[in-house]
């Protein structure tokens, strides 16, 4: 696993805050470079979908345009496996540990 910026760094401007990281393999982090979120996520609809499903973490702003980005069969699979596992009490992984960040820039 490596860990790939989703706005892009360039040279000495580092945006290394966490809601700027993600895990990425290798193959996936050469593939994106250094594109911008939204050329990356039209390149495939997959990591649009992945996204939305493991990006509670990222700036809203970013899951909303990946959320626009999913169609709406794929968008409602989501949406009701995240119901499956509320109404079961299990975690919802980084949307979880994301609440409890008192450091996000994106709280209130």
Same mark, same amino acid.
């Given at each position: 696993?490596? !860990?790939?910026?989703?706005?892009?760094?360039?040279?000495?401007?580092?945006?290394? &805050? &966490?809601?700027?990281?993600?895990?990425?393999?290798?193959?996936?982090?050469?593939?994106?470079?250094?594109? %911008?979120?939204?050329?990356? !996520?039209?390149?495939? &609809?997959?990591?649009?979908?992945?996204?939305?499903?493991?990006?509670?973490?990222?700036?809203?702003? !970013?899951?909303?345009?990946? &959320?626009?980005?999913?169609?709406?069969?794929?968008?409602?699979?989501?949406?009701?496996?995240?119901?499956?596992?509320?109404?079961?009490?299990?975690?919802?992984?980084?949307?979880?540990? %994301?609440?409890?960040?008192?450091?996000?820039?994106?709280?209130?």
């Amino acid at each position: 696993m490596t !860990l790939d910026h989703v706005a892009p760094r360039r040279g000495q401007t580092a945006y290394d &805050r &966490r809601d700027n990281l993600v895990l990425a393999c290798p193959g996936c982090n050469m593939i994106k470079r250094d594109q %911008a979120p939204l050329a990356f !996520l039209l390149g495939s &609809r997959i990591r649009a979908v992945n996204l939305v499903k493991y990006g509670a973490h990222l700036s809203p702003m !970013l899951v909303d345009l990946a &959320r626009s980005l999913v169609p709406a069969e794929d968008l409602d699979a989501v949406d009701e496996s995240r119901t499956v596992k509320a109404t079961n009490g299990a975690s919802s992984g980084w949307a979880t540990l %994301a609440d409890l960040d008192d450091e996000s820039p994106y709280r209130d």
